[in-house]
């Protein structure tokens, strides 16, 4: 398995058959060097979306279009993408699953908001926020997207026992890194932890260092941009 930041909270996460791109904002992200686009596209199966807002949705129609790849997230989101952007999607909902090749997805609660511009300019709807246990190759990857610290992790924890943690951890918009590492402490038992949603921009935090202190014990890997993380 290879895990691959394309910055921000973009990943692409080759597993099994699958390519996977998570959350990929490319396309003026300020942590991607869109020379390195192609390579980070190519050969994307599926294209998953934690929720609406742009520092996510990003490329995500554009790239559907170009590699054939269905997108997979928020039924209301896929809904209004398969209408007004003429893409493949696959909508579904939180407690379900869809099974991608060798790969399942469970889309998992998150505790944020979701929206994007509408052509007034105001934000609107795009279903609910989320996450996605991500199984396969004997291992559960917990994508959180960008969420808070809360209750239902414990169940979640309990249920899909994630190894590898993906969390949003820059503060201000999310948990920040003293957070992550409290719920990954009391809620689930990873054996390595990316951290993510961080050094974008300088309201973020701009190091994992408390994560790292936090976790003694846990594989905590900052990553680098389109640096394979094996695993």
Same mark, same amino acid.
């Given at each position: 398995?290879?895990?691959? %930041?394309?910055?921000?909270? #973009? ?8 390519? +996977?791109?998570?959350?990929? %904002? ?25 929720? #609406? ?35 493949? /999607? ?5 407690? #379900? *699953? ?56 414990? %169940? ?11 969390? *949003? ?26 951290? *993510? ?6 309201? +973020? ?12 014990? /846990? ?5 680098? /941009? ?6």
């Amino acid at each position: 398995m290879n895990i691959i %930041w394309l910055g921000h909270s #973009g990943f692409r996460i080759e597993i099994g058959d699958q390519v +996977l791109l998570v959350d990929p %904002w490319l396309t003026g992200n300020p942590m991607f060097d869109e020379a390195q686009r192609a390579e980070a596209v190519s050969g994307t199966t599926h294209i998953l979306i934690t929720h #609406g807002h742009g520092d996510h949705t990003g490329d995500a129609p554009e790239i559907s279009k170009e590699t054939g790849a269905p997108i997979v997230g928020i039924y209301d989101l896929m809904t209004h993408w398969e209408m007004a952007k003429d893409v493949k /999607v696959i909508g579904f909902n939180k407690g #379900g *699953c869809v099974a991608l090749g060798d790969v399942t997805v469970t889309m998992v609660n998150a505790v944020h908001s979701s929206s994007f511009q509408a052509a007034c300019g105001a934000p609107a709807y795009a279903g609910s926020e989320a996450g996605f246990m991500i199984k396969g190759e004997g291992h559960v990857i917990y994508v959180t997207g960008d969420t808070d610290i809360m209750a239902d992790m414990e %169940w979640m924890g309990d249920r899909h026992n994630p190894d590898i943690g993906i969390l *949003c951890a820059g503060g201000h918009f999310t948990m920040d890194m003293e957070g992550a590492a409290y719920a990954a402490k009391r809620y689930f038992n990873f054996k390595t932890v990316i951290p *993510c949603h961080y050094r974008t921009f300088e309201l +973020l935090e701009q190091s994992a260092q408390a994560l790292v202190n936090g976790l003694p014990g /846990v594989n905590v890997v900052e990553p680098e /941009v389109m640096k394979a993380i094996k695993i």
